[in-house]
């Protein structure tokens, strides 16, 4: 999808298929249209509870999971939207990489001793991490102080599964 022009690959307007504009979104089978990541990754980990993606509903990891959801969506993917937008001023930029950056020291600190956001289980949530920490390195943002951070996006990164992902969308040759 062409996100600035607002078009899909074969050309059709995406407001007609995501009224609100902007990615993600998934189409079922059945003409329903879900959006937003944390929705889409808990209703895909659903589908496949054999993965362990995600932890049974109704339990604190699961909690836990959409904890990490929200802190992702709110406090960083949010930020970044200052940072794509070529009519925000540099002081909103400026801002937005401030808070993103202090946002990303409390993941780092939660990161620290461990290999995933909720313990030693990859789950939905350290997927959603893993594609925003990749915009940090795509805007050339120095994150090298977070080394439990960058040890974590390496680890995903390594994912055979990641790097096929990436690979099919041309993030990696």
């Given at each position: 999808?062409?996100?600035?022009?607002?078009?899909?690959?074969?050309g059709a307007d995406f407001y007609a298929i995501n009224p609100k504009g902007y990615v993600p979104a998934l189409l079922l089978d059945?003409?329903?249209?879900?959006?937003?990541?944390?929705?889409?990754?808990?209703?895909?980990?659903?589908?496949?509870?054999?993965?362990?993606?995600?932890?049974?509903?109704?339990?604190?990891?699961?909690?836990?999971?959409?904890?990490?959801?929200?802190?992702?969506?709110?406090?960083?993917?949010?930020?970044?939207?200052a940072l794509f937008d070529p009519q925000a001023s540099n002081d909103w930029k400026a801002a937005a990489k401030a808070k993103i950056?202090?946002?990303?020291?409390?993941?780092?600190?939660?990161?620290?001793?461990?290999?995933?956001?909720?313990?030693?289980?990859?789950?939905?949530?350290?997927?959603?991490?893993?594609?925003?920490?990749?915009?940090?390195?795509?805007?050339?943002?120095?994150?090298?102080?977070?080394?439990?951070?960058?040890?974590?996006?390496?680890?995903?990164?390594?994912?055979?599964?990641?790097?096929?992902?990436?690979?099919?969308?041309?993030?990696?040759?």
């Open positions: 999808m062409d996100i600035k022009a607002h078009v899909t690959a074969d059945d003409g329903q249209l879900l959006t937003e990541g944390p929705a889409i990754l808990q209703y895909l980990a659903d589908l496949k509870p054999e993965a362990g993606l995600l932890p049974p509903a109704g339990t604190v990891e699961r909690a836990r999971v959409q904890e990490w959801l929200t802190f992702i969506g709110t406090e960083l993917h949010k930020n970044f939207s950056g202090s946002r990303f020291a409390f993941v780092d600190k939660a990161l620290t001793g461990r290999d995933y956001l909720t313990g030693g289980d990859f789950c939905v949530a350290d997927a959603y991490l893993f594609a925003v920490v990749n915009w940090a390195g795509f805007l050339r943002m120095d994150l090298s102080d977070l080394a439990a951070l960058a040890a974590f996006h390496k680890r995903v990164g390594a994912r055979p599964a990641v790097v096929a992902a990436m690979t099919a969308e041309g993030l990696l040759k």
